[in-house]
């Protein structure tokens, strides 16, 4: 059996003389306790020397990544290949795994070679000979060195950190801009103050402001490319009865340079987010793609970095940035937010308020797909992206459409609907106030007993009798007071508009449907005593 | 077996500025408070701020800094006579003055790490430099203090150190191993394995690996046998981190050094629980603890285990 063994110096290949030796696991170290004894178990039958550093280092990170460099390519080729029948031990399945298919040697990895390996490293110095003594310690520390500073520099193109600077940049600029705009319209406005009120845009307020400078020269200056044509009339015209103050030409000069610098940021801020929106699309196509550059750089500010962001699960991408809304509602038991910063994507914001949680949702679901292929996958276009993106707006499109069929399931079966509840919203006429003469009994008897009927039909005694209350209540009141009673269901209040207006027909007709439950006699004595009330007052 | 002195450990952030060639850590405090009040919307004055504030603020900063290097300014002045003695441990010292600190042998002559106090000695003919070491920021001090038994970190011993962070104990295991003896610090964070590549670059004693602890079989071209293994990972999976590498590159017979938080591994455990289980861990993978201490007052809820690995069957 031959044994790999990588060194900081080189590839060292060992055949072990003693096969037996490595049946008793648990006693081989005994074997290994001085150098004569190891030399007797195994022996060095070659030892690749790595030339240089680079060789070293390229050697080290195909060692990390579990593949075959270069030189333990040659190595094997060179060394095992002439003896094929021989296994080869190895200290990392996976790379056995991965020599076996590219040069078929077979391999060998298990804790009989894993304790061969304890032993053999105890014993390195002594039996890889041609080594001065501290050689191989001096390269270890030579090829941790540069094998650390490979891993730390690895990679500027995927790098995320340029895109969470970038974006806190931007908001700080943002943040300051606004400040400085502030100032200066404020500043400037002790001197020219109907300029602030003609020119809203900020920028074109400063570049305004510098150009005029001194607002006796406006009539001579032109703003025509600055400002259209009737503002900057209105300008030339403000400025002549202005009442600011006049201020001395020092003063002008530091407006200025303030208004400089304003105009400065305002070009740097484009120029920074256009170098987002690069770098986005660099490093994140899909995500990009799916949720815009703005949206896709704060997640991915606020998660750290693009890796984080993919280790995030979809719930927690939709609800990213409402954190203390989160924790708030699920510490007092109430309804979480649905959405954080994903709800400034296109995609949310247009949608009505109704369907913005399902978008948000849907949106969360695919748009972690996209990070996780950005973050992990190795290709680099934006299909994937575009793909989830029409799928999402053709399911916007039908939750708009309400469409009768379902969104996911089998997309044959109809949406479930309701149970059908036969709600009775049938309008009664109130003929108390047809007449001022005083009606007869019998009539009353009729009314009452229509009434009666028109309340039974949906509620409980309990409620009726309330409900007769508010009638009374209302109907002494006027019309106008309907909307006051909150407590008043629709149907009623429907009911009683009806009834002042409607025909008697209707109440003909209703009575006759309606022919419904027994009342109690007392809560017909009670509508009745009301019923005369509101009629008297009626009148 | 407490060593009779108040533990005030290595608590100099700011000692003596004057005196100090790296006085870089106070400049970074004066400027990291300015940065807070510069937040905090004073924008406009800021030119105007910087003279007039700029004493005053450095002793704000320096008050800010303090707490990170969690002592106050007492100690050690420029020029006072202090005693330096060998502590029980070997390659670890005590100094005593006003207040005992413990220190180590300052491998580097005339740098500071991560702006600890420096002692300079006088012995004959000869000048030592010592470094304090700050129990409140490093494990390991705080077991010392803390009178653990053994730390089998002694001089030309050959340490694997998981967990190492930014190298500031690194520096001081370093300084104990000396020159013949080497320190193979694993490192997973990018950010710390900057600070950690600029402190071996100093210590050519310290190997640098950026690499998960967790796939030692990745970093076997780098590293020898090792005598012990100091583990500080913070990992709910760590005995089993340390047992994987104990396998790999400990010797039969050395000895492993945990630090363990409670709170890292069971949040909802009692302390005590969660070293009982970790210490079972511990036996499942042929590895035997042998003492096991808090680290109060230094830290809360952390342990310290010391075992051997492996240990040669006791002839009978």
């Known amino acids: 059996m031959l044994v790999l063994f990588e060194t900081a110096a080189g590839y060292a290949i060992f055949k072990v003389l003693d096969e037996s030796k490595l049946q008793q696991v648990d006693s081989l170290y005994k074997e290994f306790e001085t150098p004569e004894k190891a030399n007797k178990v195994v022996k060095l039958k070659h030892f690749e020397k790595f030339q240089d550093t680079t060789e070293a280092l390229a050697a080290a990170t195909a060692l990390t990544e579990g593949k075959i460099g270069k030189s333990l390519k040659k190595v094997l080729k060179k060394v095992v290949a002439k003896e094929a029948h021989e296994q080869l031990a190895i200290s990392d399945a996976k790379l056995g795994g991965v020599i076996k298919e590219k040069l078929d040697l077979s391999c060998v990895h298990s804790p009989a070679v894993a304790e061969l390996m304890r032993c053999i490293r105890s014993q390195m110095e002594t039996l890889i000979t041609g080594l001065p003594p501290k050689e191989i310690s001096a390269m270890s520390l030579g090829l941790a060195h540069s094998l650390s500073r490979y891993k730390l520099k690895f990679s500027p193109d995927k790098v995320d950190t340029m895109i969470v600077q970038a974006i806190s940049l931007l908001d700080d600029l943002d943040k300051e801009l606004n400040n400085y705009i502030m100032r200066c319209r404020e500043w400037y406005g002790w001197h020219f103050p109907e300029l602030g009120k003609v020119v809203t845009d900020n920028l074109a307020y400063c570049k305004a402001a510098r150009k005029i400078g001194d607002r006796t020269n406006v009539a001579t200056t032109d703003l025509s490319d600055l400002l259209p044509e009737e503002v900057e009339a209105e300008v030339k015209l403000a400025a002549e009865i202005s009442m600011g103050t006049e201020v001395s030409e020092q003063d002008i000069g530091n407006i200025g340079h303030l208004c400089d610098q304003v105009i400065e940021i305002s070009e740097y801020r484009s120029q920074l987010y256009d170098y987002l929106k690069n770098r986005m699309m660099a490093i994140a196509p899909n995500l990009t793609v799916m949720v815009g550059e703005l949206v896709g750089a704060r997640l991915i500010s606020h998660a750290g970095s693009l890796l984080n962001l993919a280790k995030h699960p979809a719930s927690t991408v939709q609800i990213l940035g409402a954190e203390k809304a989160l924790f708030r509602a699920l510490k007092t038991r109430k309804d979480t937010p649905k959405y954080g910063l994903i709800y400034h994507a296109s995609l949310v914001g247009q949608t009505t308020a109704k369907n913005k949680g399902k978008i948000s949702r849907m949106l969360a679901a695919k748009a972690s797909l996209a990070i996780r292929y950005d973050a992990l996958g190795e290709d680099t276009n934006a299909e994937m992206g575009a793909e989830n993106r029409a799928k999402l707006e053709a399911r916007l499109r039908q939750l708009e459409e309400k469409g009768i069929r379902r969104i996911s399931g089998t997309g044959k079966a109809m949406a479930k609907t309701d149970k059908y509840q036969h709600k009775s919203e049938v309008r009664m006429y109130d003929p108390s106030a047809d007449s001022t003469i005083p009606s007869t009994s019998k009539k009353r008897k009729f009314e009452e007993v229509e009434e009666e009927d028109e309340e039974e039909t949906p509620t409980t005694p309990a409620v009726k009798s309330k409900k007769a209350k508010k009638e009374a209540a209302a109907a002494a009141e006027g019309e106008e007071e309907e909307a006051a009673e909150t407590d008043e269901t629709p149907k009623k209040k429907k009911k009683k508009k009806k009834d002042k207006k409607a025909a008697e027909e209707e109440e003909a007709m209703e009575e006759e449907q309606e022919e419904a439950p027994v009342t109690e006699s007392e809560k017909k004595k009670k509508k009745k005593k009301k019923k005369a009330k509101e009629e008297e007052e009626d009148e | ?316």
């Open chain 2, 1 to 316: 077996m407490r060593p009779g002195f108040s533990p005030r450990g290595g608590r100099g952030g700011f000692g003596d500025r004057g005196g100090r060639g790296r006085g870089g850590f106070g400049d970074r405090g004066g400027r990291g408070g300015f940065g807070d009040r510069g937040r905090g919307g004073f924008r406009g004055g800021r030119g105007g701020f910087r003279s007039p504030d700029g004493g005053g603020f450095r002793g704000r900063g320096g008050g800010r800094g303090a707490p990170r290097g969690r002592g106050g300014r007492g100690g050690f002045g420029a020029g006072k006579k202090v005693l330096v003695e060998p502590h029980r441990h070997e390659g670890v010292f005590i100094c005593r003055g006003k207040e005992d600190a413990l220190v180590t042998k300052n491998m580097v002559v005339g740098e500071s790490v991560y702006g600890e106090k420096r002692i300079n000695v006088e012995e004959g003919e000869a000048k030592i430099e010592y470094r304090a070491w700050n129990p409140f920021r490093s494990k390991l001090a705080a077991a010392i203090l803390g009178g653990v038994d053994q730390i089998h970190i002694k001089p030309g011993a050959k340490v694997m150190y998981l967990g190492a962070a930014s190298g500031t104990t690194v520096s001081h295991v370093s300084d104990i191993v000396g020159p013949e003896g080497l320190v193979y610090a694993v490192e997973f964070s990018h950010r710390s394995g900057r600070d950690l590549l600029n402190v071996a670059k100093k210590r050519t004693n310290i190997i640098p690996i950026i690499e998960d602890a967790r796939h030692p079989h990745k970093y076997r071209m780098l590293v020898g046998m090792v005598d012990v293994i100091f583990a500080d990972v913070a990992q709910p999976d760590q005995t089993r981190i340390v047992a994987l590498n104990a396998h790999n590159f400990l010797k039969n017979g050395g000895h492993f050094v945990i630090s363990i938080k409670a709170n890292c591994i069971d949040s909802t455990a009692a302390p005590e629980a969660v070293f009982a289980a970790e210490v079972k861990k511990m036996g499942a993978e042929n590895m035997k603890p042998q003492e096991q201490l808090t680290l109060e007052p230094y830290e809360r809820d952390h342990a310290v285990v010391v075992g051997v690995y492996r240990p040669a069957p006791k002839k009978k």
